[in-house]
């Protein structure tokens, strides 16, 4: 639902409007002169002074509300506007020809033709780029791709040294080297009997 806008009456006009209807009603309090700072009016003259200040009041609404139009108006058709002028620098150039003097009656100025840079220019420059792109770690997107995660294997021996598994550890960015575990040692041998102790 559409909020409704609501216009506040001008005080000084509405004070105005209430004057003229009581001079139309009453006159001057039912004299028909009325002295005002030093200067007498009569109805007639009275009634204009007021009329004056309500129609001046009433002309700068009028006024702003027409601005106000035609900044609206002009904001919608400046899209409008531009297309139309582009089209018509098109046309002309392409039926005049590209003549700067012949443009310049018109207010074209072309752009000016860009000039091709030297070999020199074009080597140092893209070496400064190389360069700035390896300071800054910048990459394209096939450089991005190329990077993976390595996933390390560890595979576990039992105590005998016999592979029990070989369970793939979680993702890790770091490319580690497969890492074995080392079997368990042995059980120490028995120590032999000594013959000579009973």
Same mark, same amino acid.
């Given at each position: 639902?559409?909020?409704?806008?609501?216009?506040?009456?001008?005080?000084?006009?509405?004070?105005? @409007?209430?004057?003229?209807?009581?001079?139309?009603?009453?006159?001057?309090?039912?004299?028909? !002169?009325?002295?005002?700072?030093?200067?007498?009016?009569?109805?007639?003259?009275?009634? &204009?002074?007021?009329?004056?200040?309500?129609? !001046?009041?009433?002309? +700068?609404?009028?006024?702003?509300?027409?601005?106000?139009?035609?900044?609206?108006?002009?904001?919608? @058709?400046?899209?409008?506007?531009?297309?139309?002028?582009?089209?018509?620098?098109?046309?002309?150039?392409?039926?005049?020809?590209?003549?700067?003097?012949?443009?310049?009656?018109?207010?074209?100025?072309?752009?000016?033709?860009?000039?091709?840079?030297? +070999? !020199?220019?074009?080597?140092?420059?893209?070496?400064?780029?190389?360069?700035?792109?390896?300071? *800054?770690?910048?990459?394209?997107?096939?450089? *991005?791709?190329?990077?993976?995660?390595?996933?390390?294997?560890?595979?576990?021996?039992?105590?005998?040294?016999?592979?029990?598994?070989?369970?793939?550890?979680?993702?890790?960015?770091?490319?580690?080297?497969?890492?074995?575990?080392?079997?368990?040692? +042995? &059980?120490?041998?028995?120590?032999?009997?000594?013959?000579?102790?009973?």
């Amino acid at each position: 639902m559409a909020a409704k806008t609501t216009t506040k009456k001008n005080s000084l006009l509405v004070r105005a @409007e209430a004057r003229i209807k009581g001079i139309e009603a009453n006159k001057f309090g039912g004299s028909d !002169t009325l002295m005002i700072a030093g200067t007498s009016f009569d109805v007639d003259t009275g009634t &204009a002074r007021i009329q004056a200040v309500a129609g !001046t009041i009433e002309g +700068a609404d009028a006024a702003r509300t027409a601005a106000r139009t035609a900044v609206a108006k002009k904001k919608a @058709e400046a899209p409008g506007d531009r297309q139309f002028l582009k089209d018509f620098d098109d046309a002309l150039i392409q039926q005049v020809g590209r003549d700067p003097v012949v443009l310049a009656e018109y207010g074209i100025t072309l752009p000016a033709p860009r000039a091709k840079p030297k +070999a !020199t220019s074009v080597v140092t420059g893209n070496a400064k780029r190389a360069q700035t792109r390896t300071k *800054r770690g910048i990459m394209g997107p096939k450089a *991005r791709a190329a990077i993976g995660v390595v996933k390390p294997v560890v595979t576990v021996h039992g105590p005998d040294g016999e592979v029990l598994s070989p369970a793939p550890a979680p993702a890790t960015a770091l490319a580690l080297p497969a890492v074995n575990a080392a079997p368990a040692p +042995a &059980a120490p041998a028995a120590a032999p009997a000594d013959p000579v102790a009973k």
